[in-house]
Each structure stands twice: as C-alpha cells, then as structure tokens.
C-alpha cells in the first residue's frame, strides 16, 4: 500500500547515459571513419575498379589496321638526351593527326559532285569508313572498322581503307620533309631517318564493349594478325593479308608470298608493298 504523500520515483536512467545506437556514423564513431576511407579509395581507384569490369562480347566482321613508327625509339632517345623535348612534341602532335585527316580526306571524297546525289552504295561505304575504334599505342595506332552489307559493299570499303593508309603515308611523307626542312643536323637527319610501317587484316572478332566508361575494343586471331603484319612491313610500307580487298590486291604491283606468323597456326599468304623488305 503506497504511503500518502509521496510520489512514485521514475527508474529511468540518469541524463548522459543514453544507449548508443547501432549503426551510429558519428564523426567520432568507427563506422563513419570506415565509409570516409571507401570512399577515398574509391575515388582513388575508380579507374582501376572500372578496368575489372566485365564486358559484353560480339561476334563483329571488321578490318584492322595497326600502324608503327620506325626509328622512333633513337629519335625520342637522342632528343630526350639533347633536351629538345619541344621537338618531338610537335613530331607527335603532327603525327596523331595525320590519322583523322586521312579518313577525313576519305569521306570528303565521296561527296557527290555538284547537282548530283550520293548513291545509297556511296552513302553505305562513306559511314562506314569511319572507325569505330582509334587508339593511341605509344608512337603507333590501331584502328577496326566494323563491316556490314554483301561481299560488294565489304569489299567497297577495305578498297577506301587502302585509299586512306595511302593518304597516310603521303601526310606522313610531308611531315618528315616539314620537319626536316631548315633544320641542323643531327636532328634533320634523325627526323629524316623515320619511316611508317602498317599492318592489315580482314575477318572475324570479338566487340568487347565495357559500357560508357571505356573505349570499345576488339580481340581475336585478326586482331593479332594484322598485328603480327605491322612487324614485318620494315623498314617501312604495307603488308596486307590478300583477303583484306582482292578486287584490288590481286592488280596491284607488289610482292605476294605465304609468312609464317608467331602464335599463328596456319601460313598467312600476304601482299606487300615494295617498299617491304622481308629478311629471310
């Protein structure tokens, strides 16, 4: 029986001692610290999580051409040593932009002449002359396109692939005399020693594509052809395997013969520009 007069003491616990709450991101709790450090991280590593991510494959038809320039090496060596790094920068800066221009070239040419319409054919050829991968490999480049349509159309556009390579070789040309022209030695005989070697090849491959984050990039035993062609169009020129256009390898003056490539199972027949010097 509660006495009169006094009241009920509350047991709730004193002010200052609340229960901490689980899951508490306080400056002053570990939680939060923990989430600050992932987050660093993630912005620290972003680009390397992004590389492990998995791609959607394709099956794709393309052409592939990888590029090289030769003598490169002794010529960044002996600028970087002579401290004219100015000089091959604008080398460089010359020589990126050669690509573009070729294939622009390309697709200016088939502009329909004045009063006339562009053929559907055309219009196909001159979409597809467009790259659908560039990049950059140190002083080299590789380029896919994607090819669609009949055999007549395929073959349309590997024909302008060789127009563009050609361009290339004629821009590249007029680099190297730019550079060269009033220069002293010995950087005029060192830019002058410099060639450009191409490699080309047609057929199946794999469209790696990594969403929007990454470049879309290709794979396959194409790929590594026109790769392993590059290699041996030295001291400069083409090699091309003879599918990569027959319409147009077939007439032209050149040398045609079967390489055994590395990690290539079967002889690839080729044809090679006669610039090419195969050692035997």
């Given amino acids: 029986m509660k006495k009169p007069g006094r009241s009920q003491v509350s047991k709730t616990k004193p002010t200052g001692q609340r229960k901490k709450i689980s899951g508490s991101v306080g ?14 991280r993630t912005l620290f590593l972003g680009q390397f999580a992004e590389a492990g991510r998995l791609p959607s494959i394709e099956d794709v038809d393309v052409a592939v051409c990888f590029a090289d320039l030769r003598g490169f090496t002794k010529y960044v060596d002996a600028h970087q040593s002579s401290l004219q790094d100015s000089r091959v920068h604008q080398l460089l800066g010359g020589y990126f932009q050669l690509y573009p221009k070729a294939i622009l070239e390309a697709v200016y040419a088939l502009e329909p002449e004045k009063g006339k319409k562009i053929t559907a054919q055309s219009e196909h050829v001159r979409n597809l002359i467009v790259p659908k991968m560039f990049k950059n490999l140190g002083d080299g480049m590789m380029l896919v396109w994607e090819l669609q349509g009949d055999k007549q159309v395929r073959d349309a556009v590997s024909a302008q692939i060789l127009s563009v390579v050609a361009k290339m070789q004629r821009l590249f040309k007029h680099l190297v005399e730019s550079e060269a022209k009033g220069a002293t030695k010995p950087y005029s005989t060192a830019v002058a020693s410099l060639r450009l070697g191409f490699g080309l090849a047609r057929g199946r491959a794999w469209r790696l594509d990594f969403g929007t984050q990454r470049m879309v990039d290709y794979a396959g035993t194409i790929v590594n052809i026109a790769a392993r062609l590059q290699d041996l169009a030295r001291p400069e020129g083409v090699v091309a395997e003879i599918g990569f256009c027959d319409p147009v390898l077939q007439k032209s003056t ?5 390489v055994h490539l590395r990690g290539i199972v079967n002889p690839v027949s080729v044809w090679a520009s006669n610039e090419v010097r195969f050692v035997p």
């Fill in 254 to 258: 050149g040398q045609r013969l079967s």
């Fill in 27 to 40: 400056p002053d709790n570990i939680p939060f610290k923990h989430y600050v450090e992932g987050y660093r």
